[in-house]
């Protein structure tokens, strides 16, 4: 998902390990580490895009958005199709 390497991408937004990392739940310590060379999982590197690249604030988020999303998915996969394209449009 990261085209950088998180500290590639943390160096580029000028940040440090503390305010890189607090935003997805690791803390800096934790961070140092997978800037050492400790694989990042898969899910912390998308959250990490979401973040810092997308912009995201996963504080706003509730299980309702989660919830919500995934029923417009299920039931309506034409809408739910149009309506990402839309929100990634916009980016």
Same mark, same amino acid.
């Given at each position: 998902?990261?085209?950088?390497? @998180? ?10 390990? #503390?305010? %890189?990392?607090? @935003?997805? *739940? +690791? &803390? ?5 580490? $997978? ?7 898969? #899910?912390? &590197? /998308? ?5 810092? +690249?997308?912009?995201?604030? +996963? ?6 958005? %989660?919830? !919500? ?8 996969? /034409?809408? $739910?199709?149009? +309506?990402?394209?839309? !929100? *990634? &449009?916009?980016?």
């Amino acid at each position: 998902m990261l085209q950088l390497t @998180p500290k590639e991408l943390r160096l580029q937004l000028g940040l440090t390990q #503390a305010d %890189f990392w607090s @935003p997805v *739940g +690791i &803390s800096q310590s934790g961070g140092s580490r $997978y800037e050492s060379g400790r694989k990042l999982p898969a #899910a912390t &590197s /998308a959250l990490l895009h979401l973040v810092h +690249i997308e912009g995201l604030d +996963i504080n706003q988020l509730n299980g309702d958005d %989660f919830r !919500v999303g995934r029923h417009l998915r299920e039931t309506n996969p /034409a809408s $739910y199709a149009a +309506i990402v394209a839309k !929100v *990634g &449009s916009n980016s």
